[in-house]
């Protein structure tokens, strides 16, 4: 249990650097920190409370369960969801460049999972803490653990679909739809005027039915296009003018692979242009244009 609570405690943004903006971690928003893992956070308490109650296979279940949490890493948010949902293919997580990014947490939301692993093995089975609810669906092939606020003082309260549609980059109103067992539930289809308060209440607990159940997969479903950014155009201005900093940005891991991964792109498509015009040249000499009759 200490490994694996160390695995995600590990990914608070204490001293991290951002792989996107090489800015400190530490001077970001909470809610714009986002921890990456390998599998949907909720399996391992399921792992940590099964492993506790029957006293069987300890060490070797807290193992598996730290690999499938794996990697926990952390970044900005706001950089991480254009670099995942802006291009095609999967991706990987953009610090470590191994783990497949499946399911990202904000910081608020993986403190809240640390707190449940801890107590997993008492039958706490809250989905909330006083403070905040969390939302979480899928986009994609990505499942989303979002913190929504429903305290006051330091943060305003938030209703889940301002949470989503900020993260997401869509306009609430007009490009995002929520989808729970097949039927859209957001906006809705009857064209009658509803409460965007009251529909957060019912996506919040939906999602606090998956948190206390802890389901493989969120219930609910995102659907919508997004307001697409440049990464590099965003890095770009958040170095500023720093020479320093623009040759680190250069250097980072991502950038070489999709530095590489163009590289093998303009090789093939040139490679594919110079086969084919070889091909029409000897197709030319063994048949020849008749001339006309």
Not at 28 to 38: E, N, R
Not at 39 to 67: C, F, I, K, M, Y
Not at 157 to 172: E, F, Q
Not at 187 to 214: C, F, M, W, Y
Request: charged share 15%; proline share 5%; glycine share 10%.
């Amino acid at each position: 249990t200490f490994v694996h609570n160390r695995a995600m405690t590990e990914s608070a943004p204490t001293a991290l650097i951002c792989p996107f903006t090489l800015k400190p971690l530490a001077g970001t928003k909470p809610d714009d920190v986002a921890i990456i893992y390998k599998s949907n956070p909720l399996l391992s308490l399921t792992t940590n409370a099964s492993s506790g109650a029957d006293g069987g296979g300890g060490a070797d279940e807290q193992r598996h369960d730290v690999e499938d949490m794996q990697c926990g890493h952390s970044c900005t948010l706001s950089q991480l969801v254009p670099y995942l949902h802006d291009s095609a293919g999967s991706k990987s997580c953009p610090v470590c460049q191994t783990s497949p990014a499946s399911a990202i947490c904000d910081s608020l939301s993986s403190a809240f999972f640390v707190k449940k692993m801890q107590l997993s093995g008492n039958g706490d089975g809250a989905s909330d803490n006083g403070e905040g609810r969390i939302i979480s669906f899928r986009y994609g092939t990505t499942f989303y653990f979002l913190w929504v606020h429903s305290s006051t003082g330091s943060y305003r309260k938030r209703n889940a679909l301002d949470r989503i549609g900020s993260v997401l980059g869509m306009d609430v109103k007009s490009g995002l739809k929520v989808i729970h067992k097949g039927k859209v539930i957001y906006p809705n289809t009857a064209g009658k005027s509803e409460n965007p308060d009251e529909v957060s209440e019912q996506l919040l607990d939906i999602s606090s039915s998956d948190i206390i159940h802890r389901r493989k997969k969120p219930s609910l479903v995102v659907m919508g296009l997004r307001k697409q950014t440049t990464i590099v155009q965003n890095q770009t201005t958040a170095l500023g003018g720093s020479y320093y900093t623009r040759i680190l940005y250069y250097l980072t891991p991502w950038y070489l692979l999709n530095v590489i991964l163009g590289g093998f792109k303009w090789v093939f498509h040139n490679s594919a242009s110079l086969v084919g015009g070889i091909c029409l040249f000897v197709k030319s000499l063994l048949y020849p244009p008749q001339p006309a009759q």
